[in-house]
């Protein structure tokens, strides 16, 4: 039952997987014969790599497999932003209340969110200046609602993390099938590497947000690409926009926190083994 169960859970993450990458070119039109087969041969790629990691006892990529509720928070964040950004895309051709309504939100967000050198202004401002009003708006609403998903996927996480006990509200926390990239026998001091990773992550995901626009912005041969981008490409780049810094700042949130729990049990370690010396 037990490996049932496993087999079972692996191919419904692996399905869900598939249906993140494939869900652009189901919910637009005009999706064309070559796009749509490399769209199903990246979403069958992805689908079976997440079938045979999360059904494997030896992990070999993904982090934090058995420490929920991390990846399932990254995957419902980055779910939702590529379904609603695909919805106001679709809206574009075809109108409907529901995307009025997503853009709507977008557009009203942007009161928060759209000032001066903030990261959606940036975002906006990778269009040329003789684009129309309509794509900056369109633009606009994206990079909002990409970036309202992100700060909630964050904030649920933080509670996560400092409400509800994680990793060990479930009980003990294994760090070799949580992080099969970190290797503790690499050198170095296990705590101190931790608080340096999360540093790295966490310095990173404040400065990705700023740094992508910038970078498109000062490549002249990327102007007309963002311009006339097709839809597709248009939502991933808005969501890898605002879903890899949130990721980062997620786990280096996680790597600090692991660090705090290897110290703290050192401390309890030292106070017992001191408790039974003899006076």
């Not at 037990?2 to 399905?15: D, P, Q, T, Y």
């Not at 637009?28 to 749509?36: E, I, M, N, Y």
């Not at 296990?190 to 912005?217: E, Q, Y």
Request: hydrophobic residues 55%.
């Amino acid at each position: 039952m037990a490996v049932i169960s496993r087999l079972l859970g692996a191919c419904l993450r692996g399905f869900l997987v598939a249906l993140l990458i494939t869900t652009p070119a189901l919910l637009l039109p005009g999706v064309s014969p070559d796009t749509a087969q490399v769209v199903m041969l990246l979403a069958l790629s992805a689908g079976v790599l997440t079938v045979l990691e999360y059904n494997s006892a030896y992990p070999c990529l993904f982090e934090f497999r058995e420490a929920p509720p991390f990846n399932r928070i990254r995957f419902t964040s980055l779910f939702l932003t590529v379904f609603l950004l695909s919805v106001v895309m679709k809206g574009q051709t075809s109108p409907t209340l529901l995307a009025e309504f997503i853009q709507s939100v977008g557009n009203l967000f942007a009161r928060v969110f759209d000032f001066a050198y903030s990261p959606v202004r940036l975002v906006v401002l990778m269009l040329p200046e003789d684009a129309p009003l309509a794509q900056l708006d369109v633009l606009r609403a994206l990079a909002c609602l990409a970036y309202l998903i992100s700060m909630i996927s964050l904030a649920v996480f933080g509670v996560a993390v400092w409400r509800s006990g994680w990793p060990l509200q479930n009980g003990s926390f294994n760090v070799w099938t949580n992080l099969p990239t970190f290797d503790p026998t690499a050198g170095g001091e296990v705590v101190s590497r931790l608080r340096r990773d999360a540093s790295i992550n966490i310095v990173l995901g404040i400065l990705l947000p700023f740094l992508m626009p910038s970078v498109v912005s000062s490549a002249p041969n990327l102007l007309g690409a963002v311009s006339h981008a097709s839809p597709q490409t248009l939502i991933w780049t808005v969501t890898a926009w605002a879903f890899f810094p949130a990721s980062l700042l997620m786990r280096g949130i996680a790597m600090a926190r692991i660090a705090q729990m290897i110290t703290q049990k050192r401390k309890q370690t030292t106070i017992s083994d001191v408790g039974l010396l003899p006076v």
